[in-house]
């Protein structure tokens, strides 16, 4: 018999891990039902005929964005549990979080798509034509490896959490505000997950992990990609806030990787792992200047807009 991979290896030694997470998991777990969040008194009949109007809704058009990735997202769910499964197996702890993860996520889609659609926020008849394509694209982040793919849904729940919160904080509807952070909850359950999981594969293997952490900080992307007209939607995202490089570095890199992780200290490293560290905190230097830079620009256009309003209502 072979001798087992790197990632065989890490599954095995980080299995009880695995368990112990997924029972403190499900011991905080409150159930929800996404149809007690959802202002179904505000839906009409008309839902079903009326041509939509974007002047019907009081939404900017970066938050309609946000939205609409958000939604989009959760629907590619199919294909993140492919990769997650793919990844960690079906059997043992691994397979039932797996299949609890999906469970909760589930959910997601459900409330998100509800809300919209009585609250007419966005155009349900664009959504549904971008669900079709985006779930017959199939695109989403695929780590790989094992390692990789810890990492990576640690910072991507996160970032996932981070967005949604964001988001229902620019509403002014409050059942959206609910809605939206009963998601964000969940995502940031999830992240504690992967996050500790993360930080016991470090301790296992911190060099196949700081390899892994390098590969992910430098490739991240959120889940995003493959959804209709992704690039101008992430951009609007950007540009209100909701989610950006500064956001990235500061609520993500920073106290994840560099303060959880300790990718700084970290000792017993190889030589490879060493260069692989070097460039990671190098690039995540990199991501917080852009980020700095980005929110300055940002803050001018802010106070351009608001002078030119003062003056316009002179």
Not at 242 to 253: A, G, M
């Amino acid at each position: 018999m072979p001798p087992p991979t790197t990632c065989e290896r890490l599954l095995h030694e980080l299995q009880p891990v695995a368990g112990r997470l997924l029972d403190r998991h499900l011991a905080s777990s409150k159930e929800w039902f996404p149809h007690e969040l959802v202002p179904w008194e505000r839906g009409t009949a008309a839902i079903a005929t009326d041509e939509w109007d974007p002047a019907g809704t009081d939404l900017a058009p970066e938050v309609r964005s946000s939205l609409f990735v958000n939604l989009l997202t959760e629907d590619n769910l199919p294909y993140y549990f492919r990769i997650i499964e793919t990844l960690f197996g079906p059997d043992s702890a691994w397979g039932t979080w797996v299949r609890r993860w999906t469970a909760e996520e589930g959910r997601h889609s459900i409330v998100l798509r509800d809300y919209l659609t009585v609250t007419r926020a966005l155009d349900p008849v664009e959504l549904e034509r971008a669900r079709m394509a985006q779930v017959q694209c199939g695109q989403v982040p695929d780590p790989g490896q094992v390692a990789d793919g810890i990492v990576y849904v640690a910072l991507q729940e996160l970032a996932t959490r981070i967005a949604h919160h964001a988001t229902g904080k620019l509403l002014v509807d409050r059942a959206g505000y609910e809605v939206m952070k009963r998601v964000a909850a969940d995502e940031n359950r999830h992240h504690l997950f992967y996050r500790d999981l993360a930080s016991a594969a470090i301790e296992l293997d911190p060099s196949a992990m700081v390899l892994a952490i390098e590969r992910q900080v430098r490739t991240f992307e959120m889940p995003g990609t493959g959804i209709v007209d992704f690039e101008v939607h992430a951009r609007a995202i950007a540009r209100t806030g909701i989610y950006d490089f500064q956001v990235h570095h500061e609520q993500v890199l920073v106290p994840v990787v560099l303060r959880h992780w300790g990718l700084e200290q970290l000792e017993g490293l190889s030589a490879e792992a060493e260069e692989a560290r070097a460039r990671a905190l190098t690039r995540i230097e990199r991501i917080g200047r852009a980020g700095r830079r980005f929110a300055g620009r940002r803050a001018e256009l802010d106070h351009d807009r608001d002078r030119a309003a003062t003056a316009a209502a002179r």
